[in-house]
């Protein structure tokens, strides 16, 4: 079996790499699907590059005060702060969820305010969080949803990359995963309809789009179907959020992954009787707690991740 | 023998009543019932009781939750930790509910005649 390589052009597994600081930094490579550690790196690979970059925030959770981080605002002002020092400003950001803990207005007024420090656009998906004012919603869908579709789904397109922000957090199924729905997911098809397969995608949604671990609810019920409209593209970067921790995987074209929290870390899949909140010791936290970095390179069809947790030098 | 005026009898007879109707419902009402929420489960997960108790979740975890019937007979606002949600079952039957932020969550509660 070859590594990805394809005539015609570079191979999306053989060419993707994503590279993991901690401290020092570990550089990883993708090759045939399987992620291996190509050795440690330095501070050269902080490097600026000439792509277009974006940068990934999630599970900020601002409200939560509990042992595993009693101050989830003071991380999440860190987080931004390192956004600012970046030697390559990205051109906006993503958040993926659960801005808030319990969808407070002063937990959103919060949020709102550390964030835009960062003085970039910012596309919103919900987190569960998020949803859990009096009218389901409608507080996220007022200040976040403002040209969305339904609960919150929309697209957009820079710099030659298609980006579609899903909502699989509504409308949950006793016993299921995250949910996207039947209305949604006519729309992604429709959304979809007309687009070069050469055009790179990148989807985002709250909740892992791939079966991380059912036993704790972490994957989406219908991401099948989504997934099979987005089979004919050559490039797609699916990033999700809620397990905040890191995790990637490659299934053909497609490279799924997740990203830290900047509130606080929760355990492995199966490593504990139950997810949520994982208290660690204080030196350790800010090495669990982090952002993602993507760069699109003109002219090569992957994109390039960097996780960053707030301990990087 | 002195005789009692018509509205102070009634009233007697009304506090009589009143004192019966007390007592046999205090008989009745069944023993209330508590729920546990932690690690992402409620306990017990499944339970028995008789028609007419109330039962209330109440959540130990560090991560909000909410009670959900499946037949969408109540829904609780999210339960931060140490909330507690109640709710008199009074129609016997099979009630199956769930956490509607992490729907993995699942109980029933069979409440009998």
């Known amino acids: 079996m070859n590594d990805g390589e394809q005539p015609g052009g570079i191979g999306r597994r053989g060419a993707l790499h994503c590279m993991v600081w901690a401290g020092t930094g570990v550089l990883w490579g993708l090759s045939g699907g399987v992620p291996r550690s190509l050795g440690l790196v330095g501070e050269a690979m902080a490097a600026p590059t000439s792509g277009f970059t974006f940068l990934q925030i999630s599970d900020s959770h601002v409200g939560f005060d509990k042992p595993a981080n009693p101050n989830a605002l003071g991380t999440l002002q860190e987080a931004v702060a390192r956004i600012g020092a970046l030697p390559q400003k990205p051109d906006f950001l993503i958040h993926t969820g659960d801005i808030s803990h319990l969808s407070k207005p002063k937990e959103f007024d919060d949020a709102d305010q ?115 409209y987005l089979k004919r593209f050559g490039s797609v970067t699916v990033l999700n959020g809620h397990i905040h921790q890191l995790m990637q995987k490659v299934e053909g074209d497609v490279v799924f992954h997740t990203a830290m929290s900047t509130a606080f870390p929760q355990p ?46 | 023998m002195m005789p009692i005026s018509l509205p102070r009898r009634f009233s007697m007879v009304a506090a009589i009543l009143l004192l019966f109707v007390a007592s046999t419902a205090r008989a009745a009402a069944p023993q209330p019932v508590t729920i546990r929420i932690d690690n992402f489960t409620f306990a017990p997960a499944e339970l028995s009781v008789p028609a007419g108790t109330t039962v209330t979740w109440v959540n130990g975890d560090d991560i909000p939750h909410t009670v959900v019937a499946v037949d969408k007979s109540f829904r609780s606002k999210a339960l931060d930790t140490g909330d507690g949600y109640s709710q008199t079952l009074s129609m016997p039957g099979t009630v199956d509910y769930f956490c509607g932020l992490h729907p993995h969550m699942t109980g029933r509660i069979t409440v009998t005649p």
Not at chain 1, 126 to 145: C, F, I, S, V
């Open chain 1, 268 to 313: 492995a899949p199966g490593s504990a009787p139950s997810p949520g909140p994982m208290t660690v010791p204080a030196d350790r936290l800010r090495s669990l707690l982090g952002t993602t970095r993507v760069t699109v390179l003109p002219g090569t069809k992957p994109l390039a991740i960097v996780d960053t947790p707030l301990s990087a030098s």
């Open chain 1, 114 to 228: 550390v964030i835009g420090g960062a003085g970039l656009p910012v596309h919103y998906v919900p987190g569960e969080h998020d949803l859990l004012d009096d009218g389901t919603g409608q507080a996220y869908r007022d200040r976040y949803g403002r040209g969305s579709q339904g609960a919150g789904w929309y697209s957009f397109d820079a710099a030659g990359v298609h980006f579609i922000g899903l909502v699989n957090v509504v409308d949950l199924k006793a016993g299921g995963l995250g949910n996207l729905g039947h209305e949604q997911l006519e729309w992604l098809e429709d959304d979809l309809r007309g687009k070069s397969s050469s055009t790179p995608i990148v989807v985002f949604a709250h909740i892992p789009l791939w079966t991380v671990y059912a036993d704790w609810g972490w994957g989406t019920e219908d991401a099948a179907q989504a997934l099979s």
